[in-house]
T-cell receptor, first 113, second 112 residues
Framework: KQEVTQIPAALSVPEGENLVLNCSFTDSAIYNLQWFRQDPGKGLTSLLLIQSSQREQTSGRLNASLDKSSGRSTLYIAASQPGDSATYLCAVRRGGGADGLTFGKGTHLIIQP | DAGITQSPRHKVTETGTPVTLRCHQTENHRYMYWYRQDPGHGLRLIHYSYGVKDTDKGEVSDGYSVSRSKTEDFLLTLESATSSQTSVYFC???????????FGPGTRLTVT
């Protein structure tokens, strides 16, 4: 059974810092990996999707990397801002087609003004 | 934002009553999913659909049933609600197989 772990569970940093969120998964046979952001009481917003054949994806100040063989992904946030405060979720998909996602429990991020 | 709506957004019900949650999409996506989110467990897949009238079980399907009679609607039914089904329920959609999943705003269900 696939298990996804996110470290740290919580993180508080001053505004302007660059930071890295970690995600690991136990079964390297994944189809893709997706990073989400969730604000309190809200739904999930997709940030980045990395296919299993890719090593990284970038969107603005966000960069996600994938090392499928070691079962790891990182989400790099550059020049953090208070508006980045949220819970960040990592999820992996086993196969194509209708397969659902297996989620980590998230990293709760607070950016101090 | 992907065109996904969920109704109701909040519901309080009593143990033993039936409850139906609705997910509606305007994207004409083939795949639809129901997840539940609980503290300490994260998000877990309940059921999913790969086409009209085509559904299958996910990780935590006991006590739930689903139906999909139209591409745009995916219903989640709790036949007899229990307190352990108190949770936030999210619907998600995706297009081509393996594509990005988009999530709805969620339904907060409380079973008393």
């Amino acid at each position: 059974k696939q298990e996804v772990t996110q470290i740290p569970a919580a993180l508080s940093v001053p505004e302007g810092e660059n930071l890295v969120l970690n995600c690991s998964f136990t079964d390297s046979a994944i189809y893709n990996l997706q990073w989400f952001r969730q604000d309190p009481g809200k739904g999930l917003t997709s940030l980045l999707l990395i296919q299993s054949s890719q090593r990284e994806q970038t969107s603005g100040r966000l960069n996600a990397s994938l090392d499928k063989s070691s079962g790891r992904s990182t989400l790099y946030i550059a020049a953090s801002q208070p508006g980045d405060s949220a819970t960040y979720l990592c999820a992996v998909r086993r196969g194509g087609g209708a397969d659902g996602l297996t989620f980590g429990k998230g990293t709760h991020l607070i950016i101090q003004p | 934002d992907a065109g996904i709506t969920q109704s109701p957004r909040h519901k309080v019900t009593e143990t033993g009553t039936p409850v139906t949650l609705r997910c509606h999409q305007t994207e004409n996506h083939r795949y639809m999913y129901w997840y539940r989110q609980d503290p300490g467990h994260g998000l877990r897949l309940i059921h999913y659909s790969y086409g009209v009238k085509d559904t299958d079980k996910g990780e935590v399907s006991d006590g739930y049933s689903v139906s999909r009679s139209k591409t745009e609607d995916f219903l989640l039914t709790l036949e007899s609600a229990t307190s352990s089904q108190t949770s936030v329920y999210f619907c998600a959609i995706s297009g081509v197989g393996g594509d990005e999943q988009y999530f709805g705003p969620g339904t907060r269900l409380t079973v008393t």
